[in-house]
């Protein structure tokens, strides 16, 4: 079979590029050239970080991977196909375990049998999302079509130690259906977690109490759970995830993480804002959930149509990977910072073992 070839440098030009691609490659049997990958970056190639989801897919994908080394601009990456069963992964120190899962999702449900992983690394840390967010917000939108998964946390690992533990379990299924989300009507409720790991425990109460304040101010009552825990060789860290449940039965995100030197009372209001905003445009889909939804809504059944808080470039990234490789046609209404509609006449993929 032909290779595609894409451009590592298209879009954002990051780790996003490398993720799709070898994602829509093991869900397609499509074997694919990345080249100029992170060119535009201040240290081109692959890091460490990117190497664990592009092993981890070449696992369960039995694929052979040629230029898998650190600073390497070029990598072919060919399936054989896709298997269920155990896995483990270690992302190192702290790097994203959500990034990982990130790669993984995509593929798994049309696997042969269920697929139970793993992962060890980092549950919350800097420019990846937190693991509270794809278990309370990106689950629960793609169940909407009918995906099944489950996550849970063993242990919370925060940057530099690392050391988190998730388990996730994503079943098989034959179909995914296609998902119209145009309107999000009332917001229901808005829940949250604050957590603080080796931190006195009024951090993370601390938190929950600044991001309740702001959203009761705006005319919501938040529901927000504290987690406080003390684990040896883990932490310092904190983090506050908040969601809101919708009228439409979609989820919309906001998080705040902590670090040092910053007050407990700022990363709460930076999660109370940030949901706020995300609120304010009236879209059923926040703008991080928005780019993830991409490769499912290209394989489901039927058209999917989105209205988006807005429109970000690892949105569109994600559109020009996903049609170059699976020969799909994205329609987007809206410019990159604005809200956005995004429609796909998916391909309706069917898992032969279901």
Known sequence: MTRVRIDGSLGEGG????RTSVALSTLSKKPIEIFNIRAGRPNPGLRAQHMTGI???????????SGLSVGSTNIVFEPTGLRGGRYR????TAGAITLV???IMPAAPFASEKMELEISGGTDVAWSPPID???????????????????????RGHYPKGGGLIR??????????????LERGEVKVIEGVSHAVNLPAHVAERQAKSAESILRKAGYDAKIRVESLSERNLGPGSGIVLWAKTEAGSVIGGDSLGEKGKPAEKVGEEAAYKILEELESGAPIDRHMG?????FIAVAEGESELKISRLTMHLLTNIMVTEKILEVKFQVEGREGETGIVRVNGLGLENPHV
Do not use: H
Request: hydrophobic letters at 55%; charged letters at 20%.
């Open 15 to 18: 780790g996003q590029v490398l």
């Open 291 to 295: 780019d993830m939804m991409i490769p």
């Open 89 to 92: 992964f270690d992302v190192g």
């Open 168 to 181: 996730a379990v994503i079943m098989p299924v034959k179909k995914l259906k296609s998902v119209r989300l």
């Open 55 to 65: 092993k981890a897919l070449a696992e369960i994908a039995g694929a052979r991977v």
């Open 101 to 103: 899962l990130q790669s």
């Open 133 to 155: 967010y794809f278990s309370n917000v990106v689950l629960p939108n793609l169940s909407l079509m009918g995906y099944m998964a489950e996550i849970k946390i063993e242990r």
